[in-house]
Nanobody, 121 residues
Framework: QVQLVESGGGLVQAGGSLRLSCAAS????????MGWFRQAPGKEREFVAA????????YYADSVKGRFTISRDNAKNMVYLQMNSLKPEDTAVYYC??????????????WGQGTQVTVSS
């Protein structure tokens, strides 16, 4: 089992930045790829970004490409999502997730509880 806990969400004005963090615990010796997903009110959960265990491969949704950056520190069992130039349409609950097979679509094996990001116009 892997436990994931997100933090760093909050309220920010359009054009601002936030950095989300995800702390992993449990079976962290296994080599999991990590992803970020989000779910806006009334919408389905969608893929945001993913990174392989080594960090050598990354993928981004077109809607965040060039604005968001995923990174990880395996020594600290941490994953981050730097979000710049935020837009009101980025408002959502953001989830950190882990998968044993690098992918940009669900299913993922483990999920965090989510952190709210609200971007005001």
């Amino acid at each position: 089992q892997v436990q994931l806990v997100e933090s760093g969400g909050g309220l920010v004005q359009a054009g601002g930045s936030l950095r989300l963090s995800c702390a992993a615990s449990g079976r962290t010796r296994s080599r999991y790829a990590m992803g970020w997903f989000r779910q806006a009110p009334g919408k389905e959960r969608e893929f945001v970004a993913a990174m392989s265990w080594s960090g050598g491969s990354t993928y981004y949704a077109d809607s965040v490409k060039g604005r968001f950056t995923i990174s990880r520190d395996n020594a600290k069992n941490m994953v981050y999502l730097q979000m710049n130039s935020l837009k009101p349409e980025d408002t959502a609950v953001y989830y950190c997730a882990a998968t044993s097979t690098f992918r940009v679509t669900e299913p993922y094996d483990y999920w965090g509880q989510g952190t709210q990001v609200t971007v005001s116009s």
